[in-house]
């Protein structure tokens, strides 16, 4: 196991979900870490939280991944002693709707694909080239099961998880030559704030995804992300698929008592 003591980590999303738990368990490891959300009082707040209770610096900052000039202009402000950043995780992104793709809001759409496609192609684009330079770094990006098989009612989702699962690959090929690492975990079902969000809030409908099955843990993903960031310099995890115990595809899934 690879030591992250004093490694910088740059988290997008940090402030909910996998994102919150992926900088809970690195900073646990010692990592100090750049964090970015939309929501600046919840990131400050946690920000505070994770300096008093691991002793590690955080670097945070409001940023919609969405917006490209937003993002080349927080990444080209870093303080010196935070721009040499050893791995980026993207792992902003969201789903939202849950209907049949002639029937969706395509608002729905733009915004699955501003975040999940576009945001982390502009996050990649900034951070990356540094990475390249120095010839080291590592980037994870968070994919889904979505990115392996379509299923109904989600068309537009699967397709930016089918997205962020060719980007992963190509960006690989064309860092082979550069000593730098890139990875994807592909979550099954997650009980965190995802469902909440895709079904715009309303909680009932979202526990309902969950219903009669353990789901995995935004902290299962995390300690899967630094088992990832943790392995000796010649190994690189190309893809990891993660599922809950009941889960089989993205469609199977035995729930008990139902």
Not at 219 to 238: G, Q
Request: aromatic letters at 8%; a neutral charge; hydrophobic letters at 40%.
């Amino acid at each position: 196991m690879v030591s992250l003591k004093n490694k910088i980590v740059f988290i997008t999303g940090a402030t909910s979900g996998i994102g919150k738990n992926c900088a809970i368990e690195f900073a646990r490891e010692g990592a100090n870490l750049i964090l970015c959300s939309r929501r600046v009082e919840l990131l400050n707040a946690f920000s505070e939280e994770l300096i008093k209770e691991f002793g590690i610096k955080v670097y945070s900052f409001q940023l919609d991944v969405r917006d490209e000039e937003a993002v080349n202009s927080a990444v080209k402000a870093f303080p010196e002693e935070w721009k040499s950043i050893d791995i980026l995780i993207n792992n902003a992104g969201l789903a939202r709707g849950f209907a049949k793709l002639y029937e969706d809001d395509t608002q729905n759409w733009n915004e699955m694909i501003d975040t999940n496609v576009k945001g982390l192609l502009y996050v990649t684009r900034a951070v990356v080239p540094a990475m390249a330079k120095r010839n080291n770094g590592h980037i994870i990006n968070i994919g889904s099961i979505a990115g392996h098989e379509a299923y109904p009612n989600g068309g537009a989702y699967c397709a930016t998880k089918h997205a962020v699962d060719a980007i992963t690959k190509s960006l690989r090929m064309d860092l082979a030559d550069k000593n730098i690492r890139v990875s994807t975990i592909d979550p099954g079902l997650v009980e965190t704030n995802f469902s909440v969000i895709r079904f715009h809030g309303d909680e009932d409908r979202a526990k309902n995804v969950y219903k009669g099955i353990t789901p995995l843990s935004g902290k299962d993903i995390a300690e899967t992300i630094v088992f990832i960031a943790t392995r000796p310099a010649h190994v690189n995890l190309a893809q990891i698929v993660i599922f809950p115990t009941h889960q089989a595809s993205s469609t199977i899934v035995h729930r008990e008592d139902l």
